[in-house]
């Protein structure tokens, strides 16, 4: 077996830390030498809970300046990703970084720009990216089987409590931000930057706060367009979260996309699919656990990073502008 890439995390707090802690100490792959959360109040509540027993606490200034460290996973909640993803690269770390990386668009590219002056990776934390159903749609897409795309349908909810909107009132776009930003990561990733991006931005619930609760965004393409729906009140929402792309030739429909749910519907055989309608079976691979096997073998040499950066910086001004941000 190779030699584990050591590794650490900075920052706790964001809602994929625990996730992410969980995969890298069980990872043949990586050997977590270190978590660091520099906002004391933070790594005192973290430190208690079950999840983060027997972890290494360190400063950042010993993760960081640890030259065995060579990859650090960006943890902490959305306000800091930018500020401590820019330590990290700055200190000459390859990193993963979890979404959304905030709302500056600059801020996001010098980051960006630096990693590529110094040779780094930056691995955003979109998860979808390493979903089976979506490399699903991508063959089919990629092989011609659906045609010429003139429409996808993609939906996310949840329910988020009464603490949460207030941890998160702050973001522009609400909603959009914290769950749309994962299904615009995939149309960019299968129809390219949008041409046009129309948000609809609601606060719909009863909570008495100014979250953006309940949003819609129209990402316009040259013969096609793509709209992305995301609330905050729905009841038992995962089950019916959903992702449809239809074009000339085809329409794939996952719902819902985890564990995957495909429904292919052909108007000619394809591959090894008949005409007509067909469940699709996929196996159903864990979230992050595809995501660090691909960084290691990249850090090992063995494959070419798959995300450029023009497609992070794609995706995030699409993102902000589904939030309403001006870019």
């Known amino acids: 077996m190779p030699t584990p890439i050591s590794c650490g995390i900075l920052g706790v707090d964001h ?3 625990t996730g992410k802690l969980d995969v890298l100490r069980k990872s043949g792959d990586f050997e977590l030498v270190g978590v660091c959360e520099p906002d004391e109040g933070i790594r005192e509540r973290r430190a208690r809970e079950k999840r983060f027993e027997g972890v290494r606490w360190v400063s950042q200034e010993e993760l960081l300046g640890d030259e065995e460290v060579v990859m650090v996973a960006v943890e902490c ?3 800091r ?3 401590l993803g820019r330590a990290a690269v700055d200190a000459g770390k390859h990193i993963h970084l979890d979404k959304p990386p905030g709302t500056s668009i600059e801020g996001f590219r010098a980051v960006l720009d ?13 998860m979808f990216r390493y979903n089976t159903g979506f490399d699903f749609i991508r063959r089919a897409l990629g092989e011609g089987w659906l045609g010429d795309v003139y429409y996808v349908h993609a939906s996310m909810s949840t329910k988020i409590g009464a603490a949460d909107r207030k941890r998160m009132a702050w973001m522009p776009g609400g909603v959009m931000l914290e769950l749309g930003c994962h299904l615009i990561d995939m149309i960019v990733l299968l129809l390219g930057a949008p041409q046009k991006v129309t ?23 040259d013969g096609g367009m793509a709209v992305v729906e995301t609330a905050a009140m729905e ?19 996952m719902e ?12 000619q055989p394809q591959g090894e699919f008949k005409k007509g309608w067909q469940t699709v079976e996929v196996e159903h691979a864990p979230r992050y656990i595809r995501d660090f096997e691909e960084l290691a ?7 070419e990073f798959p995300y450029p950066k023009r497609h992070d910086f794609d995706v995030q001004r699409a993102v902000l502008q589904a939030c309403g941000v001006q870019t």
Request: net charge negative.
């Open 15 to 17: 809602a994929h830390a």
């Open 77 to 79: 909640d959305t306000p």
């Open 81 to 83: 990703l930018l500020e």
């Open 114 to 126: 630096e990693a590529e002056r110094r040779a780094l990776i930056v691995q955003m934390g979109y």
């Open 199 to 221: 948000p609809f931005l609601r606060h719909d619930g009863d909570s008495g706060d100014d979250f953006v609760d309940n949003a819609l965004a129209v990402l316009e393409y």
């Open 235 to 253: 009841a038992d929402a995962g089950r019916h979260r959903r992702f449809k792309i239809s074009g000339s030739r085809g329409t794939v429909i």
């Open 256 to 267: 819902p996309l985890e564990p995957p749910g495909l429904q292919l519907g052909l108007m």
């Open 297 to 303: 073998r990249c850090l090992r040499s063995e494959i």
